[in-house]
């Protein structure tokens, strides 16, 4: 069964503290991996598509990686308007419809 | 802002109630996904449709539908309100892969 599993489910961190949000995956065939952002009560917002093993992508803060099993969201030197859920979500390539299996997602809490 | 929207924002209702939420795509977006979020259970697909055709369904009780009209808006409905029914709703469209979010609409079942 396709599952998704982040770490860990609640993260706080000084402002400047640099740290990494976790998101191991099994599916049958890999389309493509999904980065959201969540703040409370809104829609998650798109950040990053990762489509192959090695792939990497960044934007502003945060750098995206994806092994054949997880992938890594880093975050350098975070700032309160980090403050989110991060939310990771996985495509089937076999299937015809782009349905995405997410995961629960890590909670981040950035300090002053 | 995605460019998707839905109404209402925030609906309250009472069990055995029928409601209807509504989406309106990304302008040329074909693709329409349906997701709840509740507490426990994260967030989980309910539908899919493409151009107006039902493509995919995931766990949608048999109490919910939903239809994507000719101008590709589209609504989910749902019947027989339960209290464990209280969720986020949100819809997303897509031009390929990559789906993007409404704000949703917020449901509590009373």
């Known amino acids: 069964e396709d599952q998704v599993t982040q770490s860990p489910e609640a993260l706080r961190l000084q402002e400047g503290e640099s740290s990494s949000l976790n998101c191991s995956y099994t599916?049958?065939?890999?389309?493509?991996l999904f980065w959201y952002r969540q703040d409370p009560g809104k829609g998650p917002e798109f950040l990053f598509t990762?489509?192959?093993a090695g792939e990497e992508k960044e934007k502003e803060r945060l750098k995206a990686t994806l092994t054949k099993k997880e992938s890594f969201l880093h975050i350098t030197a975070p700032k309160p308007e980090d403050s989110a859920t991060y939310l990771c979500a996985v495509q089937q390539r076999a299937s015809n419809t782009g349905k995405l299996i997410f995961g629960q997602g890590t909670t981040l809490q950035v300090k002053p | 802002d995605s460019g998707v929207t839905q109404t209402p924002k925030h609906l309250i209702t009472a069990t055995g109630q029928r409601v209807t939420l509504r989406c309106s795509p990304r302008?040329?977006?074909?693709?329409v996904y349906w997701y709840q979020q509740s507490l426990d259970q994260g967030l989980q697909f309910l539908i899919q449709y493409y151009n107006g055709e039902e493509r995919a369904k995931g766990n949608i009780l048999e109490r919910f539908s939903a239809q994507q009209f000719p101008d590709l808006h589209s609504e989910l409905n749902l019947s027989s309100l339960e209290l464990g029914d209280s969720a986020l709703y949100f819809c997303?469209?897509?031009?390929?892969?990559?789906?993007?979010f409404g704000p949703g609409t917020r449901l509590l079942v009373l």
């Open positions: 990762l489509y192959s």
């Open positions: 997303a469209s897509s031009p390929g892969e990559t789906q993007y």
């Open positions: 599916v049958s065939g890999l389309r493509g």
């Open positions: 302008s040329g977006d074909l693709s």
